[in-house]
């Protein structure tokens, strides 16, 4: 299985993990929705049938005042609590038309109500026309309180199967939110390792490719003495570390624009869904998008990541002499915003000239200051810069007073994808001093880091000087380095 075939099967079977994870998210948060709205309609039936009860209760009262002062204002609340009952059971029918059990108890209570209400209505006219002495008709109390308690007894079995009803839906829709997070979790989860995998091809095709290197380096040294023998090895070798390049570009294409594209569209329909059903969704199902718009994000940011890494060596230019004094300036203009944010201090002495890529060169300077902006301590960020000569090179060393580094792990750090940190602690995808360490490969030196007195870390790295050209500018030099001593 080829270098190409390993990253676009690891990095699109993470796409369609999360387009499945995402279109089966939408999918369980739709029925934990139509659950919800249920269990929200068991609510408003429960509602409902306790106001009919309430609003006969309220009927009888008024009643039995009118019969017992009969005042007319009575009469008032009386009516009204009479519209209410008929709202109220009008309601109840609407709301229940899809349940024939709670309809066949509607068709037995509805005739209860109206014949308790004629005796109500009728008890009323009664005592219109013949006064205080209805108040002693004790066979129309002793029927109206039968009827009343039939009214209570078949409300009662109504709100026992709404009851059951509701813990029924109630249950769904916790199944529904559970379903949603297991779905979201485990597809992030396979996702991720996906992703791994396709980080440790792109490692190992790295390796094979530095083997390669050192293997032509090798075979350059010996062609003084062994030209016509070792040309043919040289060709095969060279043609190896062409398609090796070759195939590398073809990875930065893909992951630059065909891996991407899906990713983009994932995040973007994934947002369209919060927008639009917004007010339709709960608070969990809002978290909910959020990890996949989150997932999405945090894998374009690793593929562009991945990209820069591997165009280190395939898209740098040629090395002229470069000074590091505009570079670090250049750098410090563009991170000029972060190091306000970060209320950093950023002190540097004199810069030398050296041979490289400036392009590449700022990069380095980049990535090392923000790591020493990102890891800092309790107390605003402080970074220092220098560089010494020693011998055809120039070491600089980038000094911070953060959070440091242990021994045992000063060369893991430069690994790819190697973390001392979770993500939550401080962001990042574990690339960016993999991408220093290449970056001064590249330009034949080394870097290494220390631990520095009294906290923080020390980042070194050497490259080869420039030739100075004329006593004018080393004067000039060994002046701007005598300044920032003092």
């Known amino acids: 299985m080829t270098f190409k075939s390993k990253t676009i099967a690891g990095f699109g079977l993470a796409v369609c993990l999360l387009l499945v994870v995402g279109v089966l998210s939408y999918r369980t948060m739709v029925?934990?929705?139509?659950?919800?709205?249920?269990?929200?309609?068991?609510?408003?039936?429960?509602?409902?049938?306790?106001?009919?009860?309430?609003?006969?209760?309220?009927?009888?009262?008024?009643?039995?005042g009118f019969l017992l002062t009969g005042e007319d204002s009575y009469l008032v609340p009386y009516r009204a609590a009479l519209d209410r009952l008929v709202r109220d059971a009008k309601s109840?029918?609407?709301?229940?038309?899809?349940?024939?059990?709670?309809?066949?108890?509607?068709?037995?209570?509805?005739?209860m109500l109206v014949v308790r209400?004629?005796?109500?209505r009728d008890r009323i006219e009664t005592r219109r026309a013949r006064g205080a002495e209805e108040n002693s008709d004790r066979g129309q109390l002793d029927s109206g309180e039968k009827h009343m308690d039939e009214i209570r007894a078949i409300t009662g079995d109504m709100k026992q199967e709404e009851m059951r009803l509701l813990a029924r839906r109630s249950e769904e829709s916790e199944a529904s939110a559970r379903l949603t997070r297991t779905t979201i979790i485990t597809g992030d989860a396979l996702a991720l390792i996906c992703m791994v995998f396709a980080g440790l091809a792109v490692q190992q095709e790295m390796s094979k490719r530095r083997r390669a290197e050192e293997g032509v380096r090798k075979i350059n040294d010996?062609?003084?003495?062994?030209?016509?023998?070792?040309?043919?090895?040289?060709?095969?070798?060279?043609?190896?570390?062409?398609?090796?390049?070759?195939?590398?570009?073809?990875?930065?294409?893909?992951?630059?624009?065909?891996?991407?594209?899906?990713?983009?569209?994932?995040?973007?329909?994934?947002?369209?869904?919060?927008?639009?059903?917004?007010?339709?969704?709960?608070?969990d199902a809002q978290e909910f998008i959020g990890f996949a718009v989150d997932g999405a994000r945090r894998m374009q940011t690793l593929i562009t990541d991945l990209f820069?890494?591997?165009?280190?060596?395939?898209?740098?230019?040629?090395?002229?002499?470069?000074?590091?004094?505009?570079?670090?300036?250049?750098?410090?203009?563009n991170l000029k915003l972060a190091i306000q944010e970060s209320e950093a201090e950023v002190t540097q002495g004199a810069m030398p000239e050296v041979m490289g890529d400036p392009q590449q060169l700022g990069q380095l300077f980049q990535n090392l200051i923000v790591n020493a902006l990102k890891f800092r301590g309790e107390h605003p960020p402080r970074v220092d810069i220098r560089a010494?000569?020693?011998?055809?090179?120039?070491?600089?060393?980038?000094?911070?007073?953060?959070?440091?580094?242990?021994?045992?792990?000063?060369?893991?750090?430069?690994?790819?994808?190697?973390?001392?940190?979770?993500?939550?602690?401080?962001?990042?995808?574990?690339?960016?001093?993999?991408?220093?360490?290449?970056?001064?490969?590249?330009?034949?030196?080394?870097?290494?880091?220390?631990?520095?007195?009294?906290?923080?870390?020390?980042?070194?790295?050497?490259?080869?000087?420039?030739?100075?050209?004329?006593?004018?500018?080393?004067?000039?030099?060994?002046?701007?380095?005598?300044?920032?001593?003092?």
């Open 31 to 64: 029925r934990s929705e139509e659950d919800r709205a249920w269990v929200n309609h068991t609510y408003v039936v429960l509602e409902r049938l306790q106001a009919v009860t309430t609003d006969v209760i309220d009927a009888e009262a008024c009643q039995r």
């Open 92 to 111: 109840v029918r609407e709301l229940t038309q899809d349940n024939p059990v709670q309809q066949a108890a509607l068709d037995r209570l509805e005739p």
């Open 308 to 333: 820069s890494f591997s165009r280190v060596g395939t898209q740098g230019k040629a090395m002229v002499a470069t000074n590091c004094e505009s570079v670090l300036k250049q750098v410090l203009a």
């Open 388 to 486: 010494s000569r020693s011998g055809e090179r120039w070491k600089i060393s980038v000094r911070d007073h953060g959070i440091g580094i242990s021994p045992e792990h000063a060369e893991r750090i430069f690994v790819i994808f190697q973390r001392l940190h979770t993500r939550t602690e401080y962001p990042g995808t574990g690339i960016g001093l993999a991408v220093c360490k290449k970056i001064v490969e590249r330009h034949g030196g080394q870097v290494w880091v220390v631990p520095a007195p009294g906290g923080g870390s020390i980042f070194n790295f050497t490259l080869e000087a420039a030739e100075i050209q004329s006593t004018t500018e080393k004067e000039d030099y060994e002046l701007r380095a005598a300044s920032a001593a003092h």
């Open 222 to 283: 010996e062609l003084e003495r062994r030209v016509p023998e070792r040309t043919a090895e040289l060709d095969r070798r060279a043609a190896e570390l062409a398609r090796s390049n070759g195939e590398l570009e073809q990875f930065a294409y893909v992951a630059s624009h065909d891996l991407q594209e899906p990713l983009r569209m994932v995040a973007s329909f994934t947002q369209l869904l919060e927008r639009r059903y917004k007010d339709k969704l709960d608070k």
């Open 117 to 120: 209400l004629t005796e109500m």
